[in-house]
């Protein structure tokens, strides 16, 4: 198991950008496929993006794709999601997550470490 810690949450208006980093404790975090969730309120926890061990892999929600960025520097056992344009209905609490895997593969499900999550809210 991995901890994970995520920052960089706040409040932004509708069109702003803010980003997250989510610190992992992990040496070996090059063997985690990584990904960011968020959930709103009332709403269920949604999948937002996922990046493959080494990065050679990206997955987005349609719902951010072309806004957010998410990135990784395993050299510092970070993970980043730059969240450009922002909309009011971004606004929720986003979760760090990660699953260790044997290979360079890419899955949308199946993450068993979490982070606490950090509150983004976008005003309009």
């Known amino acids: 198991q991995v901890q994970l810690v995520e920052s960089g949450g706040g409040l932004v208006q509708a069109g702003g950008s803010l980003r997250l980093s989510c610190a992992a404790s992990e040496r070996a975090f090059s063997r985690y496929t990584m990904a960011w969730f968020r959930q709103a309120p009332g709403k269920e926890r949604d999948f937002v993006a996922a990046i493959s061990r080494s990065g050679t892999m990206t997955r987005y929600a349609d719902s951010v794709k072309g806004r957010f960025t998410i990135s ?53």
């Open 72 to 124: 990784r520097d395993n050299a510092k056992n970070t993970l980043a999601l730059q969240m450009n344009s922002l909309k009011p209905e971004d606004t929720a609490v986003y979760y760090c997550a990660g699953r260790a895997d044997l290979w360079e593969v890419l899955f949308t499900t199946g993450y068993a470490d979490w982070g606490q999550g950090t509150q983004v809210t976008v005003s309009s």
